[in-house]
């Protein structure tokens, strides 16, 4: 149980375009979705939090026009990267947890190379 | 504030070793914590949770116990193998923070056969 699906797992595009990037719960209700993004060899830098609903709260530091969130339903949040450029690559990782004190489970990330 | 701290990788062991990745942390109150693994080029899975004191969570081998009273949540394992080579990462969650994740930095295991 307790299965995120995250897609895609890899895109490769130019710069100037924008990527959605889709989160989903596959087998429980998400009241909360966390987008992370992760450096190499580093650990993962959280870049907002999302709640059903309602607007994302982003982590200082992350703009909020550049990365846009939707969390339109319990079971599906989006990552929109606009007008990506070279500096946006990166591994973006988003989770899902059903309650305050429950587990976050993660997707298997997604890898973005603006070219 | 919150924090986690793990040791620093890579801890590079042989097959049917004895491992130990040492976690501690900080925080007010009684944070709930857990343990990630993280295989190459995939994203996180939970490995182990613990919730309260003295709570031991284990998987696949992996155990680690929450001990207030020298605030850590050390992962061990008996014997390891070559296909738990990952990256192992310590966190804790709690009412300071918002529920939200407090990462350690995370420790590259490598197991040679």
């Known amino acids: 149980g307790a299965v995120v699906s995250q897609h895609p797992s890899w895109v490769i595009c130019k710069s100037g375009t924008s990527v959605k990037i889709e989160c989903r719960s596959l087998?429980?209700?998400?009241?909360?979705m966390f987008w992370y993004r992760q450096f190499p060899k580093q650990s993962l830098m959280l870049m907002a939090t999302?709640?059903?609903?309602?607007?994302?709260?982003?982590e200082q530091g992350v703009e909020k026009d550049k990365f846009l969130i939707n969390h339109a339903s319990l079971t599906l949040s989006t990552l929109t990267v606009t007008s990506a450029h070279p500096e946006d690559s990166s591994f973006y990782i988003c989770?899902?947890?059903?309650?305050?004190?429950?587990?976050?489970?993660f997707g298997d990330g997604t890898r973005l190379s603006i070219l | 504030g919150n924090s986690v701290t793990q040791m620093e990788g890579p801890v590079t062991l042989s097959e049917e070793a004895f491992l130990t990745i040492n976690c501690t942390y900080t925080?007010?109150?009684?944070?709930?914590l857990f343990w990630y693994v993280q295989y190459p080029g995939e994203g996180l899975q939970l490995l182990l949770k613990?919730?309260?004191a003295d709570d031991k969570g284990s998987n696949k081998g992996f155990e680690a116990t929450y001990r207030k009273e020298t605030t850590s949540f050390h992962l061990e394992k008996g014997s390891v193998q070559v296909s738990d080579s990952a990256v192992y990462f310590c966190?804790?969650?709690?009412?300071?923070?918002?529920?939200?994740?407090?990462w350690g930095a995370g420790t590259k295991l490598i197991i040679k056969p």
């Open positions: 613990a919730t309260k």
């Open positions: 925080a007010t109150g009684y944070p709930s």
């Open positions: 087998d429980f209700q998400a009241t909360t």
């Open positions: 999302s709640n059903e609903g309602s607007k994302a709260t982003y």
């Open positions: 966190a804790l969650s709690g009412m300071d923070s918002n529920y939200q994740l407090i």
């Open positions: 989770s899902a947890r059903m309650g305050n004190r429950q587990p976050q489970h």
